[in-house]
């Protein structure tokens, strides 16, 4: 499912105009990433979290130079879905 997919579902069932939709959309997911931008974790209660996940420095291998490489510690976002959403889907 694409956002142009959500965006017409959520006009159908609301009633609401795609231009519209789509902007609210648009401004929920700018929240999210300014959220996460500044270091803080959403919390969508019966839906999930999105999270900052922390990875330790770790020492790798550049197999086609047969070099190690040291990648330093760094943050990722992750999506970890609820309990309740876990079960829906199984």
């Given at each position: 499912m694409?956002?142009?997919?959500?965006?017409?579902?959520?006009?159908?069932s609301?009633?609401?105009e795609?231009?519209?939709?789509?902007?609210i959309?648009?401004?929920f997911?700018?929240?999210?990433k300014?959220?996460?931008?500044d270091?803080?974790?959403v919390?969508?209660?019966?839906?999930?979290?999105?999270?900052?996940?922390?990875?330790a420095?770790?020492v790798?291998?550049?197999i086609?130079?047969?070099?190690?490489?040291t990648?330093?510690e760094?943050?990722?976002?992750?999506f970890?879905?609820?309990k309740s959403?876990?079960a829906?889907?199984?």
């Amino acid at each position: 499912m694409t956002k142009a997919d959500i965006v017409n579902q959520i006009a159908k069932s609301t009633g609401v105009e795609k231009i519209q939709v789509q902007a609210i959309v648009e401004a929920f997911m700018d929240s999210v990433k300014e959220a996460m931008t500044d270091g803080q974790n959403v919390y969508l209660r019966g839906f999930g979290s999105f999270i900052i996940k922390k990875r330790a420095m770790k020492v790798a291998r550049n197999i086609s130079k047969n070099t190690t490489i040291t990648i330093p510690e760094h943050n990722i976002p992750a999506f970890k879905p609820s309990k309740s959403f876990i079960a829906e889907i199984k």
